[in-house]
């Protein structure tokens, strides 16, 4: 008896998709805006039957709140969210220090649910699609050796809510399918670190009584934490830590309110209410050939700061772009495999970052309480807050350099300026206009726009009529069409970049500085751009 077509492998059209994305949150929802803007074909699955209804993470940084204006929907975030303007911290109830957040680096708190509808709303616009109720069962044509030239596609097997699996090919996948990751388990990767023995748990009400509207409030004290944000439309969250097994109710989060935070405050219509453990973990690969992950499916941590989901949606960021510069036959295929490092770095950090943070909620022992409060009373008193914002807000992040090619020749004062806190260096995000108002980026273009996403850039920087050179840089990045040159002055470059010198930047489509020079780098300049972008007499050929 023929088998039913409900249990037979149906194969899909190879022409529809070249990319696959498994995951329909945040990550996968960039990584599918992010590639359909640059005109590369995808197809989104998620096994949930229905987008999430939970609020989920909250803090949308600045450094990601550039990405959602570059997707053109800034103002759909700033009109669902609300801006925490503040963090204050305190120690059995007493406040031990409050940090303001400056204007360019305060982050919005918007329910991931919203997060999740503006994305998806962006992506429709787009072209594209979420297909629900659709799980992935494996992976065909795995090539472990990593490789990505000279290997064929990936075929993915996907079993559908009626039951009906089908067969489908892309030219990469990515997987951005949440902690428990179908994808990585597929590709065989370890996901290392820990989970904390203490359980968490959640409530997200409105009150009676009275909480600042745009703030962060951190009770700390031996019996445990206790954290309280402001949500839009009158709600709050309060986060707390329990014992081992103990589960939260409404009732249960109100004695610990009493107990740990906030006076006079009654919790009276609930939300949303969840208890859950904390972990601390990467994967080993973010990368296994043609197989890619982001988010959540390649790191988790603590919700300390609020860094989780801006992490995934710049993992997501960073390798859309060059995926899709691969796929145009705009860049090597090696181009994608900086994603793995530059992300893995970038999460072991957060991992490390988020828990210190969680672990000083936590002490007990009267010792460490002591240090512990000494050391926020000490950061409020001498400013040290304004060094960390900006680490917080994304604004630090920087991919380190890897050959001395993307840097300048010689000893020079942008040297010393990149060791110091906020130095322009190599690998950090080219100055934007959100950073400081009528900033010269977003004057050269060099962010692109909702409806024509950013390439590369050289920004060259003259003094005075520096005709000759000018014209022999640009000369040089001419064999590569993609690359558009842009003039920036010396003197209004100066402040931005700290760079008193004539000379270039080159400036990847995420906006980070692929490397910089001075009039005597052509050379170098050359070099860098092979390296990205390929051998220019191959670029023409194309």
């Not at 120690?91 to 919005?108: C, K, N, T, W, Y």
């Not at 009400?205 to 019996?223: E, H, M, N, V, W």
């Not at 692109?448 to 003094?463: F, H, K, Y």
Request: net charge positive; aromatic share 8%.
């Amino acid at each position: 008896m023929p088998s039913s077509s409900a249990s037979r492998p149906q194969a899909e059209d190879p022409e529809a998709h070249e990319v696959l994305i498994v995951g329909a949150g945040p990550s996968g929802m960039v990584a599918a805006c992010e590639l359909l803007r640059r005109g590369v074909r995808v197809r989104v699955v998620d096994r949930a039957p229905a987008p999430s209804p939970f609020p989920k993470a909250l803090l949308v940084w600045p450094r990601s709140i550039d990405l959602f204006e570059d997707l053109g929907v800034l103002a759909h975030l700033r009109d669902a969210g609300t801006q925490i303007n503040a963090f204050s911290y305190f120690s059995e109830r007493r406040l031990l220090a409050s940090f303001d957040f400056p204007q360019h680096l305060s982050p919005v708190c918007l329910p991931q649910n919203e997060t999740e509808r503006i994305l998806r709303e962006r992506m429709e616009a787009l072209g594209g699609k979420v297909e629900r109720g659709v799980r992935l069962l494996t992976l065909e044509g795995l090539d472990f050796s990593g490789r990505i030239a000279g290997t064929g596609d990936v075929t993915a097997v996907l079993e559908h809510e009626d039951g009906r699996v089908e067969r489908t090919g892309a030219r990469f996948v990515i997987g951005a399918d949440g902690a428990g990751s179908a994808v990585r388990g597929l590709l065989g990767g370890g996901f290392t670190g820990n989970t904390y023995e203490t359980s968490f748990a959640l409530v997200d009400t409105r009150i009676k009584g009275f909480l600042p509207p745009d703030q962060a409030l951190y009770y700390q004290s031996p019996a445990g934490a206790l954290v309280v944000v402001a949500l839009p439309d009158g709600v709050f969250r309060f986060f707390c830590s329990l014992p081992p097994g103990e589960r939260v109710t409404v009732e249960r989060m109100q004695r610990i309110v009493d107990e740990r935070g906030p006076a006079g405050v009654t919790l009276t219509d609930p939300v949303w209410v969840s208890d859950f453990r904390i972990h601390a973990r990467h994967a080993d690969q973010f990368q296994l050939g043609r197989v890619f992950i982001v988010g959540d499916a390649a790191h988790v941590h603590s919700p300390a700061g609020g860094q989780g989901l801006n992490t995934g949606i710049q993992d997501a960021h960073n390798l859309a772009w060059k995926m899709a510069a691969v796929l145009h036959g705009k860049a090597p295929s090696d181009l994608l495999r900086t994603y793995g490092p530059e992300r893995a770095a970038v999460a072991r950090r957060v991992v490390r970052d988020t828990d210190i943070q969680t672990r000083s909620w936590l002490v007990k022992r009267p010792t460490a309480v002591v240090a512990r409060d000494a050391a926020f009373r000490l950061a409020e008193r001498t400013g040290l807050f304004r060094l960390y914002a900006p680490v917080m807000a994304g604004r630090r992040l920087a991919y380190p350099a890897v050959r001395q090619t993307q840097l300048p020749t010689g000893r020079t004062s942008c040297h010393l300026r990149s060791r110091l806190p906020g130095g322009l260096t190599v690998g950090a995000v080219f100055p934007r206009s959100l950073a400081v108002p009528a900033g010269f980026a977003g004057t050269a273009g060099l962010a692109g726009t909702a409806g024509e996403p950013a390439g590369w850039t050289l920004a060259v920087t003259c003094r005075g009529d520096a005709v000759a050179w000018r014209e022999q840089a640009r000369a040089l990045a001419a064999a590569w069409p993609q690359v558009r040159a842009v003039d920036l002055s010396a003197r209004s470059a100066r402040t931005e970049t700290g760079c008193r010198h004539q000379g270039y930047y080159l400036v990847r489509p995420d906006g980070h500085v692929a490397a910089h020079g001075h009039a005597g780098d052509l050379d170098r300049l050359h070099v860098e751009l092979t390296h990205w972008l390929g051998p220019a007499d191959r670029v023409a050929a194309r």
